[in-house]
């Protein structure tokens, strides 16, 4: 809504219908429920019915139908990514200059079987007959596509049309004065106390520790970067330059590999590795806090978390936890519960940082850098608690390491399914993932295999966990893949690029390397991208020169219903 330059708020689903009164219009959001769970979030009918314009998207659509007396069922199958929506009446207000067949995004499994009395169908997709629906005599409104996200092709037009047009909406909100409004609530939030930061040297922490300095001063704003030996090969460096460039004087780097390591030997479980990482850097943060003399109320915590990491933490009251981000951990929790945690970029997108981080003159190469998570390599390093075989399935062939992916809004955990196919810059082999991932049941993710050293049948997946020299060897994998897709240009087409360990292979080899070329706005939904055949073909045989490497696959997954990062 502020990109189409309307003020917005953002109300717990149970608010109560008074305070909604003034509101132009209300938008109900999707979210991970189904209308007929136990715990599923509800708007009261009273807000529904004042008259207000409603907008239902996903399972705001769904709960919309539900309360005006529709009926919600279980889809037969899931529908995750693209789709086509073709329109059925031409004369909606929602729809006006839309398409009649246009690209759109769809996550769900749950659909409006029958519209309530008095709405009528607007738009389906091939796998979705209730895609669009209108009451227009009372201004009702559900989509069961996401028009906010940038893969529905049309999405602002029918948002616009939505605000503008249906609610009668003026442009209030100018993101030209966004500096300054994050400067104020800065001072606003931190008073006469200063701000001490751990800088990554991403995007994120550098635009919001750069904002603190405006807003404060040089003399109130501390930063220290933490090497906890899970980063990439040259970031220190990297960091160290970065902040003598602001003219803040030097950061600090506290190095903490061991402390890092030793906490994750043995581990294997994604969302404990998390947890483990961000308990050790809540440790080095209460130490250096205590050694630097900050523990007095008169510092207080500055972090970079932007708002899809509250969301997908489930930040937001009803949002389900997908990865729990490093910022809100148990220690951090704390300090937030107690006032200490200031958060300059906590309402804003990855794009909207960016242009922050613009206006802020900060140079090119800082903003366009690929995000890179707080956790690091950890979670880009799989494990597995068992030694077990690749086997054949009707699709490909299943390796049984697991992976983090989002469907419907919720959490997956599930094996990998490998096929037998060059994924060469034409393939589009990323639409046939789509198909497998929604037939194949208890698979989140599909990779092609470029090339191994053993033919699929012959690997196996080997118990491992995080160690020194398997952060090791992805750090000069990652290494590079990053120096040829610098080189080759390939940088410029794509958002980010892990490059993730798996524990798969045969004889002596015992992990392969896979490449996760995505191209995305936001970080929260991405695409899986192709790239040039030479490029793809350099790239696999630098890897394949190092002995411990037993292949190169290639991650197909869009997300959904993959995640970006595997755990
Ligand atoms: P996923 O894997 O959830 O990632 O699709 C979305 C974006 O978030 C980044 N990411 C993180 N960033 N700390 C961070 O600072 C984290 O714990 C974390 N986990 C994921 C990820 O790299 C991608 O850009």
Redesign the pocket.
């Known amino acids: 809504m502020r990109e189409l330059g309307v003020s917005t708020e953002v109300f717990p689903s149970e608010t109560n219908p008074e305070k909604l009164r003034s509101a132009r219009g209300l938008i109900i959001s999707g979210g991970p429920h189904s209308v007929y769970d136990d715990a599923s979030p509800h708007v009261d009918p009273l807000a529904l019915q004042a008259g207000t314009p409603v907008l239902g998207i996903c399972y705001g659509q769904q709960l919309l139908a539900q309360a005006m007396g529709g009926s919600v069922r279980k889809g037969d199958k899931g529908e995750f990514g693209l789709a086509i929506l073709d329109l059925i009446e031409h004369d909606s207000r929602l729809f006006a200059g839309v398409r009649d067949h246009q690209q759109i995004w769809m996550s769900h499994r749950d659909v409006v079987e029958a519209p309530p009395a008095g709405f009528r169908l607007l738009a389906s997709t091939s796998t979705c007959h209730t895609a669009a629906i209108e009451d227009p005599e009372r201004r009702m409104y559900g989509v069961q596509f996401h028009p906010e996200v940038v893969h529905t092709a049309q999405g602002s037009r029918i948002l616009e049309n939505f605000v503008l047009d249906i609610c009668g909406c003026a442009k209030d909100w100018n993101p030209g004065q966004r500096v300054k409004l994050v400067e104020e609530q800065i001072q606003r939030t931190v008073g006469d106390r200063n701000v001490f930061f751990f800088v990554?040297g991403?995007v994120?922490s550098t635009v919001a520790f750069t904002l603190c300095l405006r807003a404060l001063g040089a003399d109130r704003v501390r930063g220290v970067y933490v090497d906890t030996g899970l980063m990439r090969y040259g970031e220190t460096e990297f960091v160290e330059i970065t902040f003598a460039n602001l003219g803040t004087g030097s950061v600090e780097i506290a190095h903490c590999e061991d402390q890092f390591l030793t906490a994750l030997e043995h581990v294997r479980e994604p969302e404990l590795k998390?947890h483990i990482i961000g308990e050790q850097f809540v440790r080095v943060q209460e130490r250096i806090i205590e050694d630097l003399g900050l523990l007095d109320d008169r510092w207080i915590l500055g972090q970079?978390t932007i708002y899809?990491?509250t969301i997908?933490s489930g930040g937001t009251a009803k949002a389900a936890t997908?990865?729990?981000?490093?910022?809100r951990v148990p220690g951090i929790q704390k300090l937030i519960e107690a006032g200490r945690v200031v958060e300059p970029l906590a309402d804003f997108y990855?794009d909207e940082v960016r242009a922050i981080g613009r206006e802020l003159q900060l140079p090119r190469e800082l903003l366009e850098r690929?995000?890179?998570?707080?956790?690091g390599l950890a979670?880009r390093c799989l494990c597995a608690e068992a030694d077990e075989p690749v086997t054949r399935v009707p699709e490909g062939w299943l390796m049984p390491v697991r992976s983090?992916g989002?469907q419907g809004d919720s959490r997956s955990y599930a094996p990998i399914l490998a096929i037998d196919a060059f994924p060469s810059a034409d393939s589009r082999l990323q639409d046939e993932a789509t198909e497998l991932v929604n037939r194949t049941a208890n698979v989140n993710r599909v990779v092609a295999r470029v090339t191994s050293r053993e033919p699929l049948e012959k690997q196996h997946v080997y118990a491992s966990s995080v160690t020194r020299g398997r952060i090791a060897l992805l750090r000069e994998t990652d290494r590079i893949v990053r120096d040829l897709t610098a080189s080759s240009g390939f940088d410029a087409d794509v958002?980010?690029f892990?490059v993730i360990l798996i524990p798969v292979g045969a004889g002596e080899s015992r992990d392969a390397v896979v490449l996760r070329p995505i191209q995305?706005v936001d970080?929260?939904t991405?695409d899986s991208v192709s790239m040039p055949d030479e490029l793809l073909s350099a790239m696999t045989a630098r890897l394949m020169a190092i002995e411990e490497i037993s292949g190169v696959y290639y991650d197909l997954t869009h997300?959904p219903p993959?995640?970006?990062?595997?755990e």
Not at 370 to 375: D, E, Q, R, S
Not at 562 to 566: L, M, N, Q, S, Y
């Open positions: 990554s991403g994120d998390r970079g899809p990491d997908e997908i990865k729990t981000h490093h910022n990855k690929h995000p890179f998570p707080g956790p979670i983090v989002v958002w980010q892990p995305s970080g929260m991405a997300k993959g995640t970006i990062e595997w």
